[in-house]
């Protein structure tokens, strides 16, 4: 079994760290467990989806993280699910991290990932 981190920050936020196309079935998990899908989550997928033509804009700008446009509508009912995006490449491979939302639980991130088959820690950094 895979072992991974998810990060949770001084603010809250969750961070996981994925290969493209496990980060794509992460969120396609999340989303069947909310129900719902939000505007953020499908454009974070979007930008998976298309990882070529995002990643090249991203170098182009000199951008590190692509935030996905949030609904008020989400934001009012708390059902913002991505803060934001990084995609990067290590040789080959193409890499997400995926910055969620403070409101998106460790439990539900804990149970998508082993549904990947992923074994899970948790690594909560102090605030300074």
């Known amino acids: 079994m895979k072992t991974i981190k998810v990060v949770v920050d001084g603010g809250k936020y969750k961070w996981v760290e994925l290969p493209r196309e496990e980060a794509l079935k992460l969120l396609e998990i ?9 505007r953020d ?7 998976l989806r298309h990882f070529e033509e995002f990643y090249r804009d991203m170098q182009k700008r000199f951008k590190d993280f692509i935030a996905p446009p949030h609904s008020l509508d989400d934001m009012i009912r708390g059902i913002v699910v991505v803060d934001k995006i990084a995609l990067k490449k290590e040789g080959n491979e193409e890499i997400a991290t995926i910055v969620f939302d403070r409101r998106i639980s460790v439990d539900l991130l804990k149970e998508a990932l082993k549904e990947l088959g992923y074994e899970v820690e948790v690594e909560v950094e102090k605030p300074w």
């Open 30 to 38: 999340i989303e069947g467990k909310l129900g719902k899908s939000p």
């Open 41 to 47: 989550l499908q454009e974070t997928m979007r930008y």
